[in-house]
């Protein structure tokens, strides 16, 4: 299992904050959960759509070809507006 | 070195006195304080909502402040960032670096400002008569991130 987190305006628009995902085997990468999530179609097209969006995987930056495994935490966001 | 992600306000005052208490090898500390506006991007914001991802926020800042510290002559930082409903007025971000000299304390605070508003995870949602909007970053931090790196 993989968890997933969405924040900001990707979570409104996906409608949930977390979620726990079996990895499918051909899943290796975040490009490739990405591209899985975004297939669900209706809301998870947010995930295709939001510019320049932001990955984590357990907690640090990551680009979409950093490779991820079972237990791993990988979060989906916008760009960070805080300060 | 203090990391603080929180609701509550903060004192600029107490917590500038709390870097320089019990030592006398400080000769500087410089602050910034950022606080929400009642205007942006052409709107009244009435509210804001500061939303951040707990765990890796407190990880990235004291991750910033570290690079800090391995670039300037830091001897103690404070970094607190406020989260949830804020509205005009509020403080919202509080950076204070103590240093032996200015030049250093300057540099470090501008560092960790400019590095916390393109790194750290969080993000402003602002209430206006148009209804709730999300603030998009703006391109002006990216470059002064950037400027960093030369």
């Not at chain 1, 726990?20 to 591209?35: D, R």
């Not at chain 2, 500390?29 to 804001?48: E, Q």
């Not at chain 2, 030049?103 to 400002?113: K, P, R, V």
Request: net charge negative; glycine share 10%; proline share 3%.
């Amino acid at each position: 299992m993989v968890k997933v987190l969405y924040f900001a305006g990707l979570r409104e628009a996906v409608g949930q904050s977390s979620e726990q995902l079996a990895l499918p085997a051909e899943i290796g990468n975040v490009g490739q959960l990405h591209a899985h999530l975004a297939a669900r179609g209706g809301a998870w097209e947010a995930l295709a759509r939001t510019k320049n969006l932001r990955i984590a995987v357990n907690q640090q930056m990551a680009a979409m070809d950093a490779s991820i495994r079972d237990g791993d935490e990988v979060a989906f966001f916008p760009p960070v507006t805080g300060g | 070195m203090k990391i603080s992600v929180q609701a509550e306000d903060f004192d600029l005052g107490a917590e500038c006195a709390a870097l320089a208490r019990s030592r006398t090898d400080i000769g500087a500390v410089a602050s910034f304080v950022g606080l929400v506006r009642d205007a942006n991007d052409g709107a009244g914001i009435s509210r804001m909502t500061l939303e951040h991802y707990p765990g890796m926020t407190e990880k990235s800042l004291a991750e910033i402040v570290e690079q800090a510290r391995g670039r300037w002559d830091v001897m103690d930082a404070t970094v607190i960032h406020r989260v949830g409903e804020l509205k005009p007025g509020d403080n919202i971000v509080l950076v204070v670096v103590a240093s032996a000299h200015r030049g250093d304390a300057f540099a470090a605070c501008e560092f960790i400002m400019d590095y916390l508003k393109t790194r750290a995870p969080f993000w402003k949602k602002e209430e206006t008569p148009e209804g709730g909007r999300w603030v998009d970053a703006r391109e002006s931090d990216d470059v002064a991130a950037e400027k960093w790196k030369a």
